[in-house]
């Protein structure tokens, strides 16, 4: 009875705040509505940690520097859908949605007033660098972030608090290896302040809980710096991307990258190796990506879907946005008669943790942004913590009127209703193509229903994971002989053609490839065209028999 009775107070006493966010959550879902019915399936990273999510239980849990945690994540989203392709758009949308609305959770927690929370919480869901940006998995680290100092912000408890921002750090390192190092710094912070405050006796049992609970996670799932070789492969191919371009070589960086390192690093087996093989061309990287950083953050920011189509009103959006921000700080600092220096100072001492934690945070995402290159998946992680450092700043506490939240009441059907209608999809962002090549690339293999074992090469990234478990994925990466030995080795039974596979040096310089492509028909392939797709497929004629024969 006394819990109900809780939860009633509590939504009565945020009850506007629980409609804004529904209203929000309703805007989501309209302008994220059939985005399966013209967005294409990313393949590469996205799709093997959807690949690595449904088959958890079977293939046991990624390595370290491969998003263990996410893959998590996926798991559980397979237990609502079975279908791969659902999964994935079920991934999209929930991640899209809940980013702006979880930060809205926070900046109102941290005081921040409605208009301000809401027009960045809405702005955030309509900018192209959220629907843009792939993969997800930033997105899904920004909600682990986030949902820890949430968690931070509410408890009282001093070492469960402190305990859940590791906890959360551990677990977005889990979803961004990069992160690892906020871990470690926000331990060594945590250590710090329990030696200065002398609570170590005091709760020596709950600390012992939270660093044996600690120790079994990372004794399970492993160091994500120390894993593996994403790291090397990251910035081999961001390393190459900028070489292509000094150098103007017609070199494909993506999957050239191996011989543009080793030809200028030497053999190298760590990021650590080519700092110190070539250290000026490391720092040449490094400045190159200094160069480009902030026109890649701008790129993040600077078109909502009302703006997308015209270059004319670039930074609208933005510029509103910062309008609304300044418009409704002035305003509640008049209402208040409250002292700027003095609001300012008291914001700063209230929200000094989160803006230390924060800072924290920034220190490997811009390392990563600078080592290996500013992709927009990094800059995401940026913005969001810069909006959790400079946000909380402008709030200004006013007295809560019953009449003030009718008026919010009121001001809610008035804008927020057009609002909701006035959103369109999210296809207006994309002002470019919307052709869903490998969707209709999957759908036709789907069709083929072929249930013998498959050997697919196609070098798009992991049609395996939607095609079922009899298909299994050769990577072009793989390609080392000639053609006819590799066919054979890998017992090649399938090929999706496409313009990457067609433009690999490996193959084009391959006599035998190319033979294959003019004789397949004496190697016992035949070969259709892919509809809808741009992609071409060479089908062992066996697997139409075997199904035929079924």
Same mark, same amino acid.
């Given at each position: 009875?006394?819990?109900?009775?809780?939860?009633?107070?509590?939504?009565?006493?945020?009850?506007?705040?629980?409609?804004?966010?529904?209203?929000?959550?309703?805007?989501?879902?309209?302008?994220?509505?059939?985005?399966?019915?013209?967005?294409?399936?990313?393949?590469?990273?996205?799709?093997?940690?959807?690949?690595?999510?449904?088959?958890?239980?079977?293939?046991?849990?990624?390595?370290?520097?491969?998003?263990?945690?996410?893959?998590?994540?996926?798991?559980?989203?397979?237990?609502?859908?079975?279908?791969?392709?659902?999964?994935?758009?079920?991934?999209?949308?929930?991640?899209?949605?809940?980013?702006?609305?979880?930060?809205?959770?926070?900046?109102?927690?941290?005081?921040?007033?409605?208009?301000?929370?809401?027009?960045?919480?809405?702005?955030?869901?309509?900018?192209?660098?959220?629907?843009?940006?792939?993969?997800?998995?930033?997105?899904?680290?920004?909600?682990?972030?986030?949902?820890?100092?949430?968690?931070?912000?509410?408890?009282?408890?001093?070492?469960?608090?402190?305990?859940?921002?590791?906890?959360?750090?551990?677990?977005?390192?889990?979803?961004?290896?990069?992160?690892?190092?906020? *871990?470690?710094?926000?331990?060594?912070?945590?250590?710090?302040?329990?030696?200065?405050?002398?609570?170590?006796?005091?709760?020596?049992?709950?600390?012992?809980? *939270?660093?044996?609970?600690?120790?079994?996670?990372?004794?399970?799932?492993?160091?994500?710096?120390?894993?593996?070789?994403?790291?090397?492969?990251?910035?081999?191919?961001?390393?190459?991307?900028?070489?292509?371009?000094?150098?103007?070589?017609?070199?494909?960086?993506?999957?050239?990258?191996?011989?543009?390192?080793?030809?200028?690093?030497?053999?190298?087996?760590?990021?650590?190796?080519?700092?110190?093989?070539?250290?000026?061309?490391?720092?040449?990287?490094?400045?190159?990506?200094?160069?480009?950083?902030?026109?890649?953050?701008?790129?993040?920011?600077?078109?909502?879907?009302?703006?997308?189509?015209?270059?004319?009103?670039?930074?609208?959006?933005?510029?509103?946005?910062?309008?609304?921000?300044?418009?409704?700080?002035?305003?509640?600092?008049?209402?208040?008669?409250?002292?700027?220096?003095?609001?300012?100072?008291?914001?700063?001492?209230?929200?000094?943790?989160?803006?230390?934690?924060?800072?924290?945070?920034?220190?490997?995402?811009?390392?990563?942004?600078?080592?290996?290159?500013?992709?927009?998946?990094?800059?995401?992680?940026?913005?969001?913590?810069?909006?959790?450092?400079?946000?909380?700043?402008?709030?200004?506490?006013?007295?809560?009127?019953?009449?003030?939240?009718?008026?919010?009441?009121?001001?809610?059907?008035?804008?927020?209703?057009?609002?909701?209608?006035?959103?369109?999809?999210?296809?207006?962002?994309?002002?470019?193509?919307?052709?869903?090549?490998?969707?209709?690339?999957?759908?036709?293999?789907?069709?083929?229903?072929?249930?013998?074992?498959?050997?697919?090469?196609?070098?798009?990234?992991?049609?395996?994971?939607?095609?079922?478990?009899?298909?299994?994925?050769?990577?072009?990466?793989?390609?080392?002989?000639?053609?006819?030995?590799?066919?054979?080795?890998?017992?090649?039974?399938?090929?999706?053609?496409?313009?990457?596979?067609?433009?690999?040096?490996?193959?084009?310089?391959?006599?035998?490839?190319?033979?294959?492509?003019?004789?397949?028909?004496?190697?016992? *392939?035949?070969?259709?065209?892919?509809?809808?797709?741009?992609?071409?497929?060479?089908?062992?004629?066996?697997?139409?028999?075997?199904?035929?024969?079924?």
């Amino acid at each position: 009875m006394v819990k109900r009775l809780r939860i009633k107070e509590f939504i009565i006493k945020n009850q506007t705040d629980i409609i804004l966010l529904i209203l929000l959550l309703c805007i989501g879902i309209k302008y994220m509505h059939n985005v399966e019915l013209f967005l294409d399936i990313h393949l590469k990273d996205e799709t093997l940690y959807l690949n690595n999510g449904v088959h958890l239980l079977r293939l046991g849990l990624p390595n370290s520097q491969w998003a263990p945690f996410y893959s998590i994540w996926y798991y559980f989203l397979s237990l609502i859908q079975a279908d791969t392709i659902n999964i994935y758009f079920l991934n999209l949308k929930v991640l899209t949605i809940a980013l702006p609305i979880i930060l809205c959770i926070l900046l109102r927690i941290r005081g921040v007033s409605r208009p301000i929370t809401y027009s960045i919480g809405f702005f955030s869901l309509v900018s192209s660098g959220n629907i843009l940006v792939n993969p997800k998995v930033s997105h899904f680290a920004i909600l682990v972030i986030i949902g820890s100092l949430i968690s931070f912000s509410v408890i009282k408890k001093e070492s469960i608090r402190w305990y859940i921002i590791i906890l959360g750090a551990l677990l977005a390192s889990y979803v961004r290896p990069e992160l690892f190092l906020a *871990f470690i710094l926000l331990s060594i912070l945590v250590l710090y302040k329990i030696i200065k405050t002398h609570t170590l006796l005091k709760d020596i049992k709950v600390i012992s809980f *939270f660093v044996l609970s600690i120790i079994i996670i990372i004794m399970t799932l492993g160091i994500p710096l120390a894993d593996g070789g994403r790291s090397l492969g990251a910035f081999s191919q961001h390393f190459s991307l900028n070489w292509v371009r000094w150098n103007h070589s017609k070199l494909n960086p993506w999957t050239d990258a191996h011989e543009i390192v080793n030809k200028n690093f030497g053999n190298i087996n760590s990021l650590y190796e080519a700092i110190f093989s070539k250290p000026e061309l490391f720092f040449k990287h490094i400045l190159s990506n200094t160069s480009i950083l902030y026109q890649e953050f701008q790129n993040l920011i600077n078109y909502t879907v009302f703006t997308r189509d015209s270059y004319r009103f670039e930074n609208t959006g933005f510029s509103i946005l910062i309008f609304i921000i300044i418009l409704s700080t002035i305003v509640n600092f008049y209402r208040s008669k409250k002292s700027i220096l003095g609001t300012a100072k008291s914001n700063f001492y209230k929200n000094r943790y989160l803006f230390i934690i924060s800072l924290i945070y920034i220190i490997p995402v811009i390392a990563s942004a600078l080592i290996i290159y500013p992709r927009q998946h990094y800059l995401l992680m940026l913005f969001f913590l810069l909006v959790i450092i400079i946000i909380p700043l402008t709030s200004v506490p006013i007295k809560k009127i019953k009449r003030n939240e009718i008026l919010y009441t009121i001001l809610i059907f008035v804008f927020g209703i057009p609002l909701f209608y006035l959103t369109p999809s999210c296809k207006k962002i994309y002002t470019f193509s919307t052709n869903q090549n490998n969707l209709e690339t999957i759908k036709y293999l789907r069709s083929l229903n072929i249930n013998s074992e498959v050997n697919l090469l196609e070098e798009n990234g992991g049609y395996n994971a939607y095609l079922g478990p009899n298909y299994s994925y050769i990577q072009e990466g793989t390609k080392t002989i000639n053609f006819n030995d590799y066919l054979l080795k890998y017992n090649i039974n399938m090929i999706v053609y496409s313009g990457i596979l067609e433009s690999n040096r490996k193959f084009k310089s391959d006599s035998t490839w190319n033979y294959f492509l003019n004789n397949y028909e004496k190697f016992g *392939f035949m070969r259709e065209v892919i509809p809808n797709s741009g992609n071409e497929l060479f089908l062992k004629k066996d697997l139409k028999t075997k199904k035929l024969d079924k």
